[in-house]
């Protein structure tokens, strides 16, 4: 195995993420900041509580997933987007690191950022609102899978675009309206019966349903089936990031 | 010695149909300089990147000291220092630090000391806390260089390595080369300065069309293929050429002013019998001139015969 080629991209994309952390880190947080604002402070108290929580903590799991799914992929797919757009790929190519090795880099690299960027969002929330979590393990287990999954997949949009408007084309116009209509502030459960079977199509609501329930300990759907459900949607961006490199498509000719 | 890179019945043909090599056998001699000359498109570059793995071999198969580049590629490229014809370089890094990336990058630990050396004899030490962006052309073109050699390479390829860059520079690289070779690296550059060929090569291959189609040494080469040409001014323009004269085939210029003629390279010979029937002959000459085809010329007779 190929450490020092592993740590080399690692520290590059973390110093990278040091270069931008206005972009990285300042902006979701300042951006979540104003959805406590507007759905916490200004909407929240005329809300009922759902599940027994207040509908200022109830949102606190779908805040952050929804800014973890934003950063992972934006993280991900730019960092390995970048040497193809500067033409630094060569130097990657031609190393002997393996194609594992250097989705354990990039995409270690880019969850670490979202993991950090999710617990500090965390942090922010609790000014807010009180936040309990009652499955701190699970929680900590879940946004680390999802990360990771969500970084996978940026990175598979990384080398499959072939322009800035395809980098942004999958997180824009796919994920961020899944996640709006996955139950990232409000529970399906408050959705007519035909809508909330549509809803279980949204692959979406079983993480922010997850990652709820390691919250507050209910959920939409049954924790299990939520972590299944990321667990395949891991298992197939591991998939294609493999065929990807196999094949060398969009990468080598 | 075994040759440090063996290259058999190597082809590529690209997804959009163009071949762009076909069958090279190509053996590198450890610790030479070789040339690899051709005009634009001739396969050069695609040559280049298979052997670091860059682009993927059609057929045929690339050894870089006995380690095959598909199936034992950690071993193969771990050996392999490349620097690109184009100036690809992270903008918004520091020299240092873009040099540290690509050690550890290609498998190596921290050593300091040895980047040190590396940027002191490319004279960028002064720059090496300085962003990438900030460098001229010929700055950046150094920093690739450094980055290829931060892993202390046994072979390093230099892709049009003085493309666009000054006299100075162009000197200033030359040394280093041959430094380097000197310290037992092999290397491979593509250039279209025939010169460069000239001044550095020990070998010689010209890549036309997908083909290999010389290797030689330098020295071998241009003696072989070059042609040499002696230009007589005469004393007194000649009308004709004087009977006695055919056998070396003689050219009259300027209104039979000048007589030309041209031989091979190694067949100096029968120039002292020329000249001794010219006085036979009553001929007199006031200045003579002789001239050796280039490189250049050799290269260009080569590439331009092919079908």
Known sequence: MNRHGILAIYRFEMARFKRTLWQSLVTPVLTTSLYFVVFGAAIGPRMNQIDGVTYGAFIVPGLIMLSVFTESLNNASFGIYLPKFTGTIYELLSAPISPLEIVLAYVGAAATKSVILGLVILATANLFVPVHVEHPFWMMGFLVLTATTFCLFGFVIGIWAKGFEQLSFIPMLIVTPLTFLGGAFYSIDMLPPAWRTFSLFNPVVYLISGFRWCFYGAADVSFGASLAMTLVFFAACLGLAAWIFRTGYRLKS | ?307
């Open chain 2, 1 to 307: 010695m075994p040759s440090i890179i063996s290259i058999a019945k190597l082809g590529k043909t690209y997804a959009s149909g163009l071949t762009a090599l076909r069958d090279v056998d190509l053996e590198i001699e450890r610790g030479e300089i070789f040339a690899l000359l051709g005009p634009n498109g001739a396969g050069k570059t695609t040559l280049i990147n298979i052997v670091c793995g860059i682009v993927t071999p059609t057929s045929g198969t690339v050894k870089v000291d006995g380690h095959d580049v598909v199936r034992d590629y950690r071993a193969s490229r771990s050996l392999i220092g490349l620097v690109p014809q184009e100036l690809h370089t992270d903008m918004f890094e520091t020299v240092w630090n873009t040099a540290t990336f690509s050690r550890g990058l290609f498998g190596r630990g921290p050593d300091p000391a040895h980047l040190e050396k590396v940027l002191k004899s490319l004279t960028l030490w002064e720059k090496r806390n300085d962003k990438i962006m900030t460098l001229s052309g010929g700055m950046k073109r150094r920093v690739l260089i450094a980055k290829a050699l931060a892993h202390e390479p046994q072979v390093l390829f230099l892709d049009e390595p003085t493309a666009g860059v000054d006299v100075e520079l162009r000197r200033d690289m030359w040394a280093l080369v041959r430094q380097l070779r000197g310290e037992g690296v092999t290397i491979i550059l593509t250039t279209h300065y025939i010169e460069e060929a000239e001044e550095m090569a020990d070998r010689i291959g010209v890549v036309s069309k997908g083909m290999l189609i010389v290797v030689e040494e330098k020295a071998r080469l241009m003696k072989k293929l070059g042609k040499k040409q002696l230009t007589l001014h005469l004393t007194q323009p000649l009308a004709a050429l004087p009977a006695g004269l055919e056998d070396w085939r003689l050219v009259m210029k300027n209104d039979g002013a000048d007589l030309e003629y041209n031989f091979d390279a190694d067949d100096e010979r029968s120039i002292p019998a020329l000249l001794k029937r010219l006085d036979e002959l009553g001929v007199g000459f006031r200045d003579l001139q002789t001239r050796q085809s280039s490189l250049e010329d050799i290269f260009v007779s080569l590439t331009s015969t092919r079908p």
